[in-house]
T-cell receptor, first 111, second 112 residues
Framework: SQQGEEDPQALSIQEGENATMNCSYK?????LQWYRQNSGRGLVHLIL?????REKHSGRLRVTLDTSKKSSSLLITASRAADTASYFC???????????FGAGTQVVVTP | NAGVTQTPKFRVLKTGQSMTLLCAQD?????MYWYRQDPGMGLRLIHY???????AKGEVPDGYNVSRLKKQNFLLGLESAAPSQTSVYFC???????????FGSGTRLTVV
């Protein structure tokens, strides 16, 4: 069974708009990570947020973590066509350090 | 700076054939992983290694074997391929447990 689940499964926006996707997980975590995958390529690590952190920024990315609700969100501000990709959340628990991935959110940014 | 390199990139196998997927990393990472990616299911961990000479089972290890004779290389073997093993296989590495992973570009395997 999957630890993390992303919502929505698909998202279509126009350039310049913000894109928000959410991740819910089932058991307590050590950290939560977000990855991007362009079509036909490998995953690229975007950001890692630890269980004792609530918010983190990296360029146009903003990640929040609510451990009480077992959820995280990824916000991409001022989206660009190059942001078109699938985005995955992955969790590492204290008992199982290897990452478990959700099924991903497919984001399409149209010019 | 190659990062993680996977070979081959594409392969078609007949049912029952065997093959080995090679993963090489040049970042001196201790941890290495093999995942498979199927539509709508995200990535599932097949096997992993916490250092040279070590291997361990992940979530879906059946039908696969691995070896890590050298720190930089992690091999994934299919002894007798089955159509259910048609997938995209990704290798990844990380410096330590729970760190961010560096992924290879994947191997698309079709078993007919």
């Amino acid at each position: 069974s999957q630890q993390g689940e992303e919502d929505p499964q698909a998202l279509s926006i126009q350039e310049g708009e913000n894109a928000t996707m959410n991740c819910s997980y089932k058991t307590s975590i050590n950290n939560l990570q977000w990855y991007r995958q362009n079509s036909g390529r490998g995953l690229v690590h975007l950001i890692l947020i630890r269980s004792n952190e609530r918010e983190k920024h990296s360029g146009r990315l903003r990640v929040t973590l609510d451990t009480s609700k077992k959820s995280s969100s990824l916000l991409i501000t001022a989206s660009r066509a190059a942001d078109t990709a699938s985005y995955f959340c992955a969790t590492a628990t204290d008992s199982w350090g290897k990452l478990q991935f959700g099924a991903g959110t497919q984001v399409v940014v149209t010019p | 700076n190659a990062g993680v390199t996977q070979t081959p990139k594409f392969r078609v196998l007949k049912t029952g054939q065997s093959m080995t997927l090679l993963c090489a990393q040049d970042m001196n990472h201790e941890y290495m992983y093999w995942y498979r990616q199927d539509p709508g299911m995200g990535l599932r961990l097949i096997h992993y290694s916490v250092g040279e000479g070590t291997t361990a089972k992940g979530e879906v290890p059946d039908g696969y074997n691995v070896s890590r004779l050298k720190k930089q290389n992690f091999l994934l073997g299919l002894e007798s391929a089955a159509p259910s093993q048609t997938s995209v296989y990704f290798c990844a590495s990380s410096p330590q447990d729970r760190d961010g992973y560096t992924f290879g570009s994947g191997t698309r395997l079709t078993v007919v």
